[in-house]
């Protein structure tokens, strides 16, 4: 039997979230499959700081993060072979060598640059083997250390992307289009009535949902607030602030008294909520928008962090099935002006239909497992 490990990187919840997917597909045909945090092999102290430095950035000084990125994307030789970042990255492909050889696994699928980088020196300093490795990229776009990678196959999310990573070096024959991967509960559609029932909200309201990420990130605070004072008593707004607990204790704190706005905060039932709502207010994250999209659930983004979602924000509102606005007030009024808008929605819901993304978690097993078959 194949023995699968994936390597995923504690930058956020998305990366985690893609490894969760597939891990969830894998165990769902009674494979062994194991998420591993890259990081962890050059130190687990790097891994904290990291992780710790990725969510300030990105929860409280977006426009650094966009910066950063944007300086990578043009000057690609800041995180080439031969760069400090590379470096440190590299340091943990020896431990990470070894844990793979130790534990025998065939197949390693890694969600991040950062982790095929360390995976792609396992191999070439220490002679590591595998029957079959790749890359599952996240976004609608080509993240800029995505050429650095050295292994077997690059899964993108979609084909009309391949030119924008084959431009930036990555090689067109490692390229396959599989999709972004999500879990298996967002391929499942509750009953609206059932599931307002479940959450206390109203069968014939409008609902918007909004939520900014796991991290609450974005002016969600200014957001909610222009979007309260246009709701009407027949519209509803459920807002998530995940792991933000500031924003969930001023939004309780404004909001808690209002019948028709409950705030929540981290929740594992994003997807039942998803089944609820008419309108989803969210930042274009790879893996929220995904998981939206599969559920036809039209959005309306605000651009919080920009780098690498400007890509997922650009394919979907071309698409069709999302709407933006640089100007929060603009942002506020579409969304409330959508809610009352039923040929609007069911048009937008019918682009995402349209769009026919892949189950990324299966197309993924499948074709590891076909490059692992001929070699174990």
Not at 244 to 263: F, H, M, Q, T
């Amino acid at each position: 039997m194949m023995k699968t490990l994936i390597l995923s990187c504690n930058t956020g919840e998305g990366h985690n979230s893609v490894a969760r997917a597939i891990k969830e597909y894998y165990n769902d045909r009674g494979e062994v499959c194991e998420i591993e945090d890259s990081l962890r092999f050059v130190s687990p102290k790097v891994s904290r700081l990291i992780s710790k430095w990725h969510v300030r950035l990105y929860r409280y000084t977006p426009k650094l993060f966009d910066k950063g990125y944007n300086l990578l994307e043009d000057h690609p030789r800041l995180s080439g072979d031969r760069s400090a970042i590379h470096k440190l990255f590299a340091t943990g492909s020896g431990k990470l060598a070894k844990f793979i050889i130790e534990n025998r696994y065939d197949s390693v699928i890694c969600t991040h640059v950062i982790s095929s980088t360390i995976l792609t020196e396992a191999q070439r300093r220490h002679g590591l083997r595998l029957a079959s490795s790749s890359l599952v990229m996240t976004d609608y776009t080509c993240h800029p250390m995505a050429c650095d990678s050295g292994l077997d196959v690059c899964f993108i999310p979609v084909a009309e992307t391949i030119d924008d990573f084959v431009e930036k070096g990555v090689p067109r024959e490692t390229i396959e289009i599989s999709g972004i991967p999500v879990r298996r509960a967002f391929y499942t559609h509750t009953d609206r009535a059932a599931a307002r029932e479940k959450f206390g909200i109203p069968a014939d309201c409008r609902h918007l949902l909004v939520m900014c990420g796991s991290m609450g990130c974005g002016p969600v605070r200014a957001l909610v607030h222009k979007a309260a004072e246009r709701l009407t008593a027949d519209e509803y707004m459920t807002v998530i602030c995940g792991t933000n607990k500031k924003l969930y204790s001023e939004l309780v704190s404004a909001y808690g008294a209002r019948d028709n706005i409950r705030v929540l905060g981290y929740t594992k039932e994003v997807s039942e909520l998803m089944d609820t709502a008419d309108l989803y207010l969210t930042k274009p994250g790879g893996i929220s928008t995904t998981e939206a999209a599969t559920k036809r659930l039209p959005m309306v983004f605000v651009n919080a962090v920009a780098g690498c979602e400007d890509g997922n924000l650009r394919f979907f509102v071309s698409h069709g099935g999302a709407v933006t606005d640089d100007d929060l007030d603009v942002l506020a009024e579409k969304c409330v002006s959508l809610l009352s808008d039923a040929d609007a929605l069911r048009k937008m819901s019918d682009n995402l239909a349209r769009l026919g993304l892949s189950d990324g978690a299966k197309i993924i097993h499948d074709r590891m497992y076909e490059l692992t078959a001929v070699c174990v």
